[in-house]
């Protein structure tokens, strides 16, 4: 199983771009790379999913390289409502039993003024 | 379209108490997860059912909690007894099958908020 490696915590700042960075070295063959975010009292929330290369949609942008060991997942124009905790996935399909969703401990962002 | 529904939101019992929480997955989602979110820590799967079957249940304390998804639509989960170390948020989860394409969606609710004291 695949496990995943985040900062704990970045601060930033309304406007700005964010990148926040996940390692996964032992990642397979068949494992997207997914991202959730979470707000306080709330259930996680998908962003986006990707399985190489880069991948865009209308909030974020993530970014794999050849190798697949790591992502990147771009915010671009970060607003204070972006403050949330943000989790990296690392999972394949359980051969007809569903997707395995690992968290780990996730990346607390906060963004201020 | 609906999300997960959960019930209760919150739920306080006394230590050996049981509680049972339940959930309600979108129409049509195949794949039903139930998590544990412990305050400052990322979910924790607990049980992942794919209609009415258990794949994953490794990590279920299977001398107090025990989950079950009859007709593999509605899923409850129960705790008996509670510990004080039960208090969490439990989240439940679900996804539409996978098709053609190796990976999907998965879709939360908002968790019911237990506290064991």
């Known amino acids: 199983l695949a496990k995943t490696t985040q900062p704990i915590s970045m601060d930033s700042y309304e406007g700005q771009e964010v990148n926040i960075t996940c390692s996964h070295n032992?990642?397979?063959?068949?494992?997207?790379i997914t991202w959730y975010q979470q707000f306080p009292s709330q259930g996680p929330r998908f962003i986006i999913q990707?399985?190489?290369t880069k991948v865009t949609n209308e909030v974020a942008s993530l970014f794999i390289p050849a190798d697949r060991k790591s992502s990147t997942l771009s915010l671009p124009r970060v607003s204070l409502s972006d403050t949330a905790v943000y989790y990296c996935?690392?999972?394949?399909?359980?051969?007809?039993?569903?997707?395995?969703?690992?968290f780990g401990t996730g990346t607390q962002l906060k963004v201020e003024l | 379209e609906a999300g997960v529904a959960q019930s209760p939101r919150y739920k306080i019992i006394e230590k050996r108490q049981s509680v049972a929480f339940w959930c309600n997955p979108i129409?049509?989602?195949?794949?039903l997860y139930w998590y544990q979110q412990i305050l400052g820590q990322g979910p924790k799967l607990l049980i992942q059912?794919?209609?009415?079957?258990?794949?994953?249940d490794s990590q279920l304390p299977k001398d107090r909690f025990s989950a079950e998804r009859l007709k593999g639509v509605d899923s409850t989960l129960k705790i008996q007894p509670a510990k004080l170390e039960d208090s969490a948020v439990y989240l439940c989860?679900?996804?539409?099958?996978?098709?053609?394409?190796?990976?999907?969606?998965?879709?939360f609710g908002q968790g019911t908020r237990l506290t064991v004291v």
């Open positions: 059912f794919q209609n009415n079957g258990v794949v994953d």
């Open positions: 032992n990642i397979a063959t068949n494992d997207y």
């Open positions: 989860a679900s996804s539409p099958p996978a098709g053609r394409r190796l990976n999907t969606e998965a879709f």
């Open positions: 990707g399985y190489k």
């Open positions: 129409s049509g989602h195949a794949t």
């Open positions: 996935l690392v999972g394949g399909d359980l051969t007809g039993g569903g997707n395995k969703l690992t």
